[in-house]
């Protein structure tokens, strides 16, 4: 089993940046894929962004060019880089690890969540 835990969140002002941060803990030989989930009020949650052990990365539509998911591995830790933030951009922001099984990520374990407030 791994353990998650997430921070960085926060307010932040339109057009703004913000770091995120997962820290990941126990068993972490056995993922191959993290990633970052959000979830809005009254909305579904959904995928934000991913990374896999070989350093691949995918990004949902609404963030590419804007938000970078990227790792340390050394320090078990994964980031997401938030920039030109927007107001709907405010979300829960879950850290999630797991792995890739048919060209399919599964994601088994996840933080508790942060939270991130975009607004002047």
């Known amino acids: 089993q791994v353990q998650l835990v997430e921070s960085g969140g926060g307010l932040v002002q339109p057009g703004g940046s913000l770091r995120l941060s997962c820290a990941a803990s126990?068993?972490?030989?056995?993922?191959?894929?993290m990633g970052w989930y959000r979830q809005a009020p009254g909305k579904q949650r959904g995928l934000v962004a991913f990374i896999t052990n070989n350093g691949g990365t995918g990004y949902v539509d609404s963030v590419k060019g804007r938000f970078t998911i990227f790792r340390d591995n050394a320090k078990n830790t994964m980031y997401l880089q938030m920039n030109s933030v927007k107001p709907e951009d405010t979300a829960l922001y879950y850290c999630?690890?797991?792995?890739?099984?048919?060209?399919?990520?599964?994601?088994?374990?996840w933080g508790q969540g942060t939270q991130v407030t975009v607004s002047s």
């Open positions: 126990g068993n972490i030989f056995s993922i191959n894929v």
């Open positions: 999630a690890a797991g792995k890739i099984r048919n060209s399919v990520n599964h994601f088994d374990s």
